[in-house]
């Protein structure tokens, strides 16, 4: 039993912290991908590469806190009061949809994170990625504004 208030804890106070980090990394990416789209056109791949790898890095760092650390930590919600249930059966909701975004972005960062890259469809496949991230934030706000709503009502997460 003691076990379990331990584990219930620790969910409390890691989602806002994750949130957090989440959002520090959502605004990392943000801003590098700001950084790639207004590159010029007639930039060489050799003047683009660096951006590009560390902005894939960034990118991938990113979806995996949200994939595999924040949406887990709603999934383990062990709480009994109503709101609790509401934001994980919201996550549960948006999880498939957060998911898409993750494959398309994983799959973003596989083409391009490779030696023999070519530039010849960037533009477009970074705007298909912007639409992607704006998919996915929308989604996150959704359960941060859950979270953020249940905080201001005083209940803790467990």
Do not use: W
Not at 23 to 51: C, F, G, W
Not at 59 to 73: I, K, P, R, T
Not at 135 to 145: G, W
């Amino acid at each position: 039993m003691a076990t379990a208030m331990t584990i219930d804890s620790i969910h409390s106070k890691a989602i806002p912290d994750l949130i957090s980090k989440l959002l520090k990394k959502r605004q990392d990416v943000l801003v590098l991908l700001n950084r790639l789209a207004t590159t010029k056109p007639e930039m060489s791949l050799q003047e683009i590469d660096p951006l590009l790898r560390h902005f894939c890095q960034m990118l991938v760092d990113y979806v995996a806190l949200g994939h595999f650390e924040v949406y887990q930590c709603f999934e383990e919600i062990h709480s009994d009061t109503s709101r609790c249930k509401k934001i994980k059966k919201l996550a549960c909701q948006l999880y498939p949809r957060i998911a898409e975004t993750t494959h398309q972005t994983i799959a973003f960062n596989d083409h391009y994170d490779t030696p023999q890259l070519s530039l010849d469809s960037f533009r477009e496949d970074l705007s298909v990625l912007g639409e992607q991230l704006a998919t996915r934030i929308e989604l996150e706000d959704r359960l941060i504004a859950a979270v953020n709503q249940q905080k201001s009502e005083g209940v803790e997460l467990h």
